[in-house]
């Protein structure tokens, strides 16, 4: 398996995206997860850190949200992880983990992950919430043309993938609707611990917010 061949792949994917989800969300990923991999791996009997890259990679590259036909997108991650020489066994783990991390996908029925699928799910989430994650909210609701914030919208209580996609929202209401939510989703200690930090720094920013409204 050659890295370079991946990240070739995510670069023709993801540059150019101003929605939060380029290339640079996609190594951040891959650089937590590692970082909590290693944290948890004590509980892992084989070394599976090579399809956690991998998986972490990939991780939005069959996004709906990002590519036009989704299936399409899957049967390209499949040829260039056959191409790279990974089993069967271990392409289906990473469609699997992909297929199922999402928080969308994880509305109303929480899917099981492996340790491998639940440190890319945790770094994931690292990356939606603290200042990167006040960035990408903003970046993602000016690319989907939202508002920043309406004090005559309220924000919902998400039940399921079509109210989290469809209903009107604002910037502001994500944060209470979905990121200041992660935090008590985190699979891992580490990612746990380090949510909560980032959590209190978008708290203490929503704060100052509401302040400087008069
Ligand atoms: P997932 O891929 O886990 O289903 P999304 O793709 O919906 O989650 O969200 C990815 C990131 O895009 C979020 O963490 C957030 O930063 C941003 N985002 C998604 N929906 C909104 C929204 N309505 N307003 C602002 N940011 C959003
Ligand atoms: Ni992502």
Redesign the pocket.
């Known amino acids: 398996m050659q890295l370079s061949h991946i990240q070739e792949f995510v670069h023709q994917k993801m540059d150019g995206d101003v929605?939060?989800?380029d290339y640079w969300h996609a190594q951040r990923v891959v650089n937590l997860a590692v970082g909590l991999y290693q944290q948890e791996q004590i509980q892992d009997e084989i070394d599976n850190q090579e399809m956690l890259i991998l998986a972490a990679y990939l991780h939005?590259t069959i996004?709906d949200?990002l590519v036009g036909d989704p299936n399409q997108a899957i049967v390209e991650v499949k040829s260039l992880l056959g191409q790279e020489g990974i089993s069967e066994v271990n392409q289906a783990e990473i469609l699997y983990i992909i297929e199922h991390?999402?928080?969308?996908?994880?509305l109303g029925q929480k899917q099981p992950l492996s340790l491998v699928g639940q440190c890319v799910q945790d770094a994931?989430?690292l990356?939606?919430?603290g200042a990167i994650?006040i960035a990408?909210?903003?970046?993602?609701?000016g690319a989907?043309k939202?508002v920043i914030y309406d004090p005559e919208i309220q924000p919902i209580e998400i039940q399921d993938?079509s109210a989290?996609?469809n209903h009107p929202?604002?910037?502001i209401?994500?944060f209470y609707?979905?990121?200041l939510k992660?935090k008590d989703l985190m699979n891992t200690q580490a990612g746990r611990h380090e949510a909560i930090r980032r959590t209190d720094y978008m708290q203490k920013f929503l704060q100052e917010f509401k302040d400087e409204i008069v």
């Open positions: 929605t939060g989800h939005d996004d949200k991390m999402s928080f969308s996908a994880n994931d989430r990356d939606a919430i994650g990408r909210a903003f970046a993602y609701g989907h939202q993938k989290y996609r929202s604002t910037s209401n994500h609707e979905k990121l992660l």
